[in-house]
């Protein structure tokens, strides 16, 4: 048994590491390089996954579960309620007239009229996981189209709970646990009136609004306060499974709920820290679902009826096209909108394998006109990415692209110009100067503590390490001009400071080292910009020193002025002979000059004045990026 779990997680994981490289190269998009794998290996091509995909692809649904959480984290509720009117109307819109339609196509070619309403409402619904990762690959998401396509799918979450009640009634027997066969597991409501129904289903969402919203903070300190990512990873998984379980138990969707509960906990200063570690899992899971999608193409199926099958494809493709068009048209989108909003809605989607299996238990429809079905949900699946590569290369398209802005509703946050790693005592002070002088700056640190006060001051604050690339993309580093790392550990100054040069090449880096041995590290590491955390003030108190001594204040100032120069020069100097034979020679050169530097008169004459820097005036100047 253990041996066959392990084949077949070497197929799935082999598939998706030589088919999903090879589809982008050749511009197709990952999900049409994961159906097309999953087809290859599926029972009816090379037979290497078989009879357990069924319960693969429910396991792999959980994909779909993350990635509506990650996309409602990235939603805060006052921008999700200026979507009401694309999510109500479009949304309903869109379910009631492809519904309508469809059932009225399924009637005209002498179907009877329960299983025509039945393969309408299956119909009618499109793929989540499909539309929204090929959306966010060609990064259409923000687009008006891909917002308009985003809000009808909301909808058609919220629809499913309906659907799954009206299937019963379409049976022509005796028929209870609707939910139970639609989820696989026992729900709480059976045998409860419909008040009492409505009562758990409003409880249920209760739950999730006010535990993220007042509850989910001291837990997550307390979560945090160990100071071990995997047990913040552990909590984050069994955040949303937790969440999916309950909304399963009274009958809802689990990808609706976890999106709400991404809705709540938007504002969190926890919510970088959630996406960066469920990013991994969806993605793995979201390919496992499109490999299980694609091995559930029953081939010889399709080859007997192959006429009937692709022209039922092509005709559902076309139709639910020609609907959503009318429909994006009538809520007055452009044209460059209407289209993306149609291709991507254009395919049925994986909630149509969870109706149609229900509606196969309760009779509604025969198992032939299901596996036809199921047949046409996958390959319509398969259609919708070559769709929107045909888009991408419309010239109509791609200008309109370029002279599109985003929705004002989703307007992502304004990236600050500094990232701050660490919020200790240089930390705080750099990032209070930094914002009283209106320069935009966001905080990283990993005390929970810290993180909630700094957003209490106004102050920009996320619960992250920032030795995580994901944490860094997170806080904007890809905008970002400056990153400054004042956290006291060299070691992961060394870590954060390579992994950012590395992937945000474009970044100035500003490093704090606490004493001269450190210094000499990041120096010899290739660091440009490395400051001691008491050399400032030690300076200025032997200048203060020297004053209250009875030296005059602009020679004090002007001695501190040369001494600091000279220091920090010799410093890069002695860096490179750090662990030699002669570095303590080297060091009793560099002191006696230092001495002969500030004591001789003439060389103080030279120095720079405290508030004019002469030397970066000129240099200024010379560039012409002199700034009055």
Do not use: C
Not at 162 to 179: I, R, W
Not at 310 to 322: D, E, M, N, Q, R
Not at 539 to 547: T, Y
Request: no cysteine; aromatic share 8%; proline share 3%.
């Amino acid at each position: 048994m253990s041996g066959d779990f392990l084949f077949q997680a070497f197929v799935y994981l082999a598939a998706a590491v030589i088919a999903v490289p090879v589809a982008k190269r050749l511009g197709l998009g990952s999900v049409l390089g994961y159906l097309l794998a999953g087809a290859v290996i599926g029972p009816y091509v090379l037979g290497l996954v078989g009879g357990a995909s069924g319960d693969v692809m429910h396991f792999a649904e959980f994909g779909v579960v993350m990635m509506l959480f990650l996309i409602g984290l990235e939603l805060q509720p006052s921008l999700l309620w200026r979507l009401r009117l694309p999510i109500l109307g479009m949304g309903s819109a869109q379910v009631l007239i492809t519904a309508g339609v469809v059932g009225g196509v399924a009637l005209l070619l002498g179907f009877p009229a329960r299983p025509s309403i039945a393969l309408g409402l299956v119909f009618a619904m499109s793929s989540t996981a499909i539309v929204l990762q090929s959306l966010q690959e060609r990064g259409w998401l923000k687009l008006r189209g891909g917002q308009a396509g985003f809000s009808v799918l909301l909808f058609q979450d919220i629809a499913v709970i309906p659907m799954l009640a009206l299937m019963p009634l379409l049976a022509t027997g005796v028929v209870g646990g609707g939910t139970e066969a639609a989820h696989g597991s026992h729900s709480l409501l059976e045998g409860l009136s419909a008040w009492q129904q409505t009562l758990a289903v409003l409880a249920a969402g209760g739950a999730v609004i006010v535990g993220g919203r007042f509850l989910s903070r001291p837990v997550f300190r307390f979560i945090a306060g160990a100071r071990l990512p995997e047990v913040f990873t552990a909590f984050a998984l069994l955040l949303v499974v937790g969440i999916s379980l309950l909304m399963s138990l009274v009958g809802l969707s689990p990808a609706l709920g976890a999106f709400l509960a991404g809705v709540v906990l938007a504002e969190s200063e926890y919510r970088h820290e959630l996406e960066g570690d469920i990013e991994p899992f969806k993605g793995l899971l979201l390919g496992l679902f499109f490999l299980s999608v694609g091995a559930s193409v029953d081939f010889p199926f399709i080859r007997e009826h192959l006429g009937l099958i692709i022209a039922a494809t092509l005709g559902i493709v076309t139709l639910k096209i020609s609907v959503l068009l009318g429909i994006a048209r009538v809520f007055q989108r452009r044209w460059s909108d209407a289209f993306l909003f149609a291709l991507a809605l254009s395919q049925v989607g994986e909630f149509a394998f969870v109706l149609l299996a229900l509606a196969t238990n309760l009779g509604v429809l025969t198992a032939e006109w299901s596996r036809g079905a199921v047949a046409v949900t996958a390959l319509s699946m398969m259609t919708t990415p070559p769709l929107l590569m045909l888009l991408a290369k419309w010239p109509r398209r791609a200008a309109a692209e370029q002279n599109e802005r985003p929705m004002d509703t989703i307007e992502p946050e304004v990236p600050g110009k500094v990232i701050l790693a660490g919020f200790g005592r240089m930390g705080n002070i750099i990032g209070r100067f930094l914002q009283a002088n209106g320069v935009p700056t966001t905080v990283l640190d990993t005390n929970t503590e810290l993180v909630e006060g700094v957003r209490k001051v106004g102050l920009r604050a996320w619960y992250g390490d920032a030795s995580r690339l994901d944490m860094l993309r997170a806080a904007g580093a890809e905008h970002a001009e400056l990153l400054i790392i004042t956290i006291s550990d060299t070691a992961k100054i060394r870590a954060i400071g390579d992994m950012a040069r590395k992937h945000f090449p474009h970044l100035k880096i500003m490093a704090r080292s606490r004493k001269r041995v450190d210094a000499y590290e990041l120096i010899n590491a290739g660091f440009d910009h490395v400051y001691r955390e008491t050399l400032g003030t030690s300076i200025d108190m032997g200048a203060d020193a020297l004053h209250m001594l009875g030296f005059r204040a602009y020679h004090a100032r002007r001695a501190a002025l040369a001494f600091r120069k000279h220091n920090e020069a010799a410093m890069r100097d002695l860096a490179k002979h750090w662990g030699s034979k002669n570095y303590f020679e080297l060091l009793r050169a560099k002191i006696e000059e230092a001495e002969n530097l500030v004591r001789g008169g003439a060389s103080l004459k030279d120095q720079i004045d405290a508030a004019w820097d002469n030397e970066s005036l000129r240099d200024e100047a010379a560039k012409g990026t002199l700034r009055r």
